[in-house]
């Protein structure tokens, strides 16, 4: 049990910082599953340096 109350700030805190954290993982699953649609795809080809035209 603790003996200190939490401060309201604190609170407040955690729940925007969940709110951040959760945005950036959503953000980070929609990158990568692009990533992976598109690399799956057959999009994604590496072209030889040979057929690069300047």
Do not use: W
Request: net charge positive; aromatic share 8%.
């Amino acid at each position: 049990m603790s003996l200190r109350k939490e401060h309201e700030l604190h609170g407040r805190r955690y729940g925007r910082n969940l709110g951040v954290g959760l945005t950036l993982a959503a953000f980070i699953v929609i990158v990568f599953s692009l990533t992976i649609v598109k690399v799956s795809r057959g999009d994604f080809q590496v072209v030889p340096s040979e057929q690069v035209q300047n």
